[in-house]
């Protein structure tokens, strides 16, 4: 299954191994990642003022492994999160798309060894956001998807690079 998804590759003489993420690959991830979060937005601002509870979920996780030091349900409350936010279209393609960025863009952060104050970091940063998602005008809340998007793909590529 993790060939078909792509995120393994067969090499000659070296068998199945972990795909390598490019630059150019995080760029994409990203890309396809605004496109499909900023729908995600579009929909939420429709709904509004209904609070979500999948994203206050996700960050009450977050926080929770942030205090465990637990990188890897830190990164998993960081997918569901995002997959809250698109989610909001009520679309299984839109949902579907947004699984496989993310499992890709995962192959990168698990290289990356999270320490606790960085997890603390990211738990801060997506419960700001959370309220600007919430509780900002809609093109306040556009902007700081975009900057936590924008930050998060500098982390990747310095990661990749």
């Given at each position: 299954r993790l060939e078909r998804e792509g995120l393994l590759v067969h090499s000659l003489h070296r068998g199945l191994e972990v795909m390598r993420l490019s630059v150019e690959d995080v760029r994409d991830l990203y890309a396809t990642r605004r496109t499909l979060e900023l729908a995600g937005l579009e929909a939420m601002v429709r709904k509004r003022p209904a609070d979500d509870v999948w994203l206050q979920?996700?960050?009450t996780s977050m926080t929770e492994a942030a205090k465990a030091g637990d990188g890897r349900a830190a990164v998993a409350a960081d997918a569901a999160f995002h997959l809250?936010?698109?989610?909001?279209?009520?679309?299984?393609r839109l949902r579907t798309a947004a699984e496989a960025a993310l499992r890709e863009l995962r192959i990168v952060l698990a290289v990356a060894d999270r320490v606790s104050s960085d997890l603390d970091d990211l738990a801060a940063d997506h419960a700001g956001l959370l309220d600007a998602l919430i509780n900002a005008p809609p093109p306040s809340a556009r902007a700081?998807?975009?900057d936590h998007l924008r930050r998060g793909e500098a982390r990747?590529?310095?990661?990749t690079a």
């Amino acid at each position: 299954r993790l060939e078909r998804e792509g995120l393994l590759v067969h090499s000659l003489h070296r068998g199945l191994e972990v795909m390598r993420l490019s630059v150019e690959d995080v760029r994409d991830l990203y890309a396809t990642r605004r496109t499909l979060e900023l729908a995600g937005l579009e929909a939420m601002v429709r709904k509004r003022p209904a609070d979500d509870v999948w994203l206050q979920a996700a960050v009450t996780s977050m926080t929770e492994a942030a205090k465990a030091g637990d990188g890897r349900a830190a990164v998993a409350a960081d997918a569901a999160f995002h997959l809250a936010i698109v989610a909001a279209t009520n679309s299984r393609r839109l949902r579907t798309a947004a699984e496989a960025a993310l499992r890709e863009l995962r192959i990168v952060l698990a290289v990356a060894d999270r320490v606790s104050s960085d997890l603390d970091d990211l738990a801060a940063d997506h419960a700001g956001l959370l309220d600007a998602l919430i509780n900002a005008p809609p093109p306040s809340a556009r902007a700081a998807l975009l900057d936590h998007l924008r930050r998060g793909e500098a982390r990747a590529m310095a990661i990749t690079a």
